[in-house]
């Protein structure tokens, strides 16, 4: 008998189901839906994880061999080659590390390209995160609070924007320089050496564009009704900022970090140009910079790489960035 | 019977660059257990200031609660902490608002939102209380509150989602809910829904309610005891019937006049002339004798009969330019709240057989009396407007 009873169970179930609508997304995972769905936003963001894959993988010490090996020992100063003169005079390229080239020290171009992907993306996750950090913490206590704590912080962030950025970042550069580099600074500052120069001059300045847009987002979710709502449910002001505003203006924190990202690689080029930063290690600034005076002569290589380096990862977190505001910011679509 | 809630001459002001204004000004009601007592008023009267300050979530500064007690059984909420107060909301005093569309928070899942009320409040663990918030799903009425625990505040409809509030509001078991125009952003259908939900759960539970609202349609159908309010203070404050059956405050009567009645032949709808005054510019004496058509009457009938109908009366103009001639009294002199008829509060000077009480005594001292409401057969819920004491705010 009991195996005759039809399994009604089983189907209002299965009726249940097919009635009931789409499952709920969240916004992260709605957001990884539309950039996984667009090819060009797919492309950068494999990109960028390539240059992340990179700058993890010049952590291995054959690497740290690598770029500083001349292709010839000897001389200190080599001619820069890309082709290898044979004596019966026909030219061939060099060994598949030397493809890009070497530098005036007979040191491979293609390594130190390799190596610099290292430092930019050092540079960009520490600065973001000291300026993303600063910028956020400032700029939602200012808007939450309001009052004397707005005023001195608003106070803070303007006088620091009045001043052209680069110029500030420069003139911090050559303020922490001396510290992290010429010895006479605190050991754990000399540790990072010009890269921790670079990093503190960019987090210490760019955090107020951030600051100034979440103390805006704030102001206006602060007066939203579940903001009250919370408060009438017994939520203290600390638990109110971090758990329920704070997850409301994530959206701003990434872009920022991926329009940031762009402005942090090329900023290390105009520092390391300058003589400022990173003068121990191959970053891209520096290559760029070794190689301004043999580019007269016609090697172009060198820059070509660094430049070619940059621009790609640029593009790339540009793009992806821009994806990404797309995918997170609703208000973009159209739909709040 | 201790009224659960009792305020006492409640006034708040806000301190602007051009001077303090006050939105709320000696307001005193009280609730009993199991009551709803309703709030009444236009746009700007106060009603919504007086229901945040009950739970002290007027921003200070530039609020501040210029005088009076908040007594939650008998207890002041005014001198406690603020961590005490926190412990005060969401489980004494629930508090639910006007727009549900924005007072839940997008990122988060209506279950989310609630295990965080429940567990603020009461020692469990989280699946205790991810099964205390789908309990109270269920009891407001969600279908399938196992699959809708997960969802978003932008799944579900307006009406969805003031149950989700009422939910998470009731889910600590206040003992006073305030709804602050809880029906107001809802279409008709789903008003007269959420109503009845929240008259069986007070029902179940004993809950006070109380009810700010503008729609007198809502207070008739739920309210036990009303109190009207205009320009800052509690002008009327009577049970239901009433309030309805006679009302003696000429602002009660124009609101009743200006509802439109079912049946009844009407070329245009009576409205009250004038606007309802900003807190920033609050006329002298009476707040409402500039738009009040007892005191206009009162002032012609004087002008008829004597020659000094002159130095009795004075004259006003209204915001569309006309000019009239009100009592003098009126003008210059603030009606108290006192007891017009038995258990029924009122605060004007021309109430009929008060006119001489009023001249001899202008500050009565209000007896603290007890009314039998008539919602439940024996158990009855009672209703008081407390003693009445100085107020810190000059006037």
């Known amino acids: 008998m009991t195996a005759m009873a039809p399994d009604l169970s089983g189907a209002n179930a299965y009726e249940r189901d097919a009635l009931a609508p789409e499952a709920a997304r969240s916004l992260a995972s709605d957001a990884w839906q539309r950039i996984v769905h667009s090819k060009l936003s797919m492309l950068c963001l494999i990109i960028v994880v390539i240059y992340f894959l990179v700058g993890l993988a010049s952590l291995l010490p054959v690497f740290g061999r690598k770029i500083n090996e001349p292709l010839n020992d000897g001389a200190p100063y080599q001619e820069p080659r890309l082709f290898e003169q044979r004596a019966d005079g026909s030219k061939h390229l060099l060994s598949p590390a030397h493809w890009l080239g070497t530098e005036f020290q007979g040191r491979s171009v293609f390594w130190r390209v390799l190596y610099g992907s290292r430092i930019a993306l050092l540079i960009t996750v520490c600065a973001s995160a000291m300026s993303l950090g600063i910028g956020t913490v400032l700029g939602v206590i200012s808007g939450y609070f309001g009052g004397w704590v707005d005023d001195l912080i608003t106070w803070l962030y303007s006088t620091i924007s009045s001043v052209p950025w680069l110029l500030l970042v420069i003139a911090m550069a050559y303020a922490i320089q001396g510290r992290t580099t010429a010895g006479e ?63 409301n203006t994530t959206h701003l924190i990434i872009i920022t970090f991926s329009l940031g990202a762009v402005s942090y690689v090329q900023v290390e080029v105009v520092l390391a140009f300058l003589g400022l930063g990173i003068t121990d290690k191959p970053s891209w600034g520096k290559m760029i910079d070794d190689a301004k005076l043999e580019l007269l002569r016609g090697v172009w290589w060198q820059v070509t790489a660094a ?10 977190l540009n793009i992806l960035g821009d994806a990404l505001r797309d995918a997170l910011d609703p208000k973009l679509r159209g739909v709040d | 019977m201790t009224p659960l809630l009792e305020l006492k001459n409640l006034s708040v002001a806000f301190d ?43 921003p200070q500064p530039p609020g501040r609660i210029a005088g009076g007690e908040v007594l939650l059984e008998g207890r002041d909420l005014l001198t406690r902490s603020e ?21 839940l928070n997008p990122v988060y899942t209506i279950g989310d939102q609630i295990v965080e009320a429940v567990m603020l409040h009461q020692r469990v663990g989280s699946r205790e209380a991810y099964k205390i918030a789908e309990q109270s799903l269920n009891d407001v009425g969600i279908a399938d509150p196992h699959r809708r625990i997960h969802e978003y505040p932008h799944q579900m409809s ?20 305030i709804a602050d125009e ?42 036990d005891v009303v109190g009207i309010m205009y320009a800052s203070r509690i002008v009327e404050f009577a049970k239901v019937e009433d309030l309805f059956d006679r009302p003696q405050h000429p602002y009660t009567e124009g609101l009743f006049r200006s509802v439109p009645r079912l049946g009844a032949y009407a070329q245009r709808l009576v409205t009250i002339p004038g606007m309802v005054p900003a807190p920033t510019r609050f006329p002298s004496g009476c707040k409402f004798h500039p738009r009040c058509p007892r005191t206009r009457k009162a002032a012609e009938a004087l002008a008829a009969d004597s020659a000094q109908a002159g130095a009795a009366t004075v004259a006003v103009t209204d915001s569309s330019g006309e000019t009239f001639r009100v009592l003098q009294k ?66």
């Open chain 1, 185 to 247: 600074g605190h050991p754990w500052l000399r540790l990072l050496g010009g890269t921790f120069t670079v990093i503190l001059s960019l987090g210490l300045t760019d955090w107020v564009s951030l600051c100034r847009l979440m103390r805006g987002e704030v102001l206006k979710l602060r007066d939203r009704d579940f903001v009250s709502a919370a408060r009438a449910m017994g939520l203290g002001h600390w638990r109110i900022l971090f758990r329920h505003i704070l997850p």
């Open chain 2, 16 to 58: 602007t660059e051009r001077g303090a204004i006050v939105p709320v000004r000696d307001v005193s009601l009280s609730i009993f257990p199991g009551q709803t007592v309703a709030l009444v008023g236009e746009s700007g009267c106060g009603k919504s200031v007086t229901a945040l300050s009950i739970l002290r979530l007027i």
């Open chain 2, 158 to 177: 307006g009406g969805m989602r003031q149950r989700v509030m009422i939910a998470m509001a009731l889910s600590c078991q206040p003992k006073l809910l």
């Open chain 2, 182 to 223: 809880p029906t107001t952003a809802l279409d008709v259908t789903i008003q007269a829904q959420i109503l009845e939900l929240l008259r069986k759960l007070q029902r179940e539970r004993g809950m006070s309610i109380l009810l700010i609202t503008h729609d007198l349609g809502v207070v008739a159908e739920n309210a």
């Open chain 2, 330 to 395: 009126c003008a210059t002199v603030e009606p108290d709240l006192r007891e017009v008829q038995k258990h029924h509060w009122g605060a004007c000077h021309l109430i009929e057989g008060f006119d001489k009480a009023t001249a001899t005594t202008p500050r009565l001292e209000h007896r603290r009396e007890v009314v039998a409401a008539t919602v439940q057969g024996d158990s009855l819920p009672e209703t008081a407007i407390p003693a009445k004491a100085e107020s810190e705010v000059g006037r």
């Open chain 1, 307 to 316: 430049t070619v380096a940059i621009f790609v990862l640029c593009l790339a």
């Open chain 2, 83 to 103: 961590r005490e107060m926190r412990s005060v909301r969401g489980k004494d005093i629930a508090m639910i608002f006007q727009e549900p569309m924005t007072s």
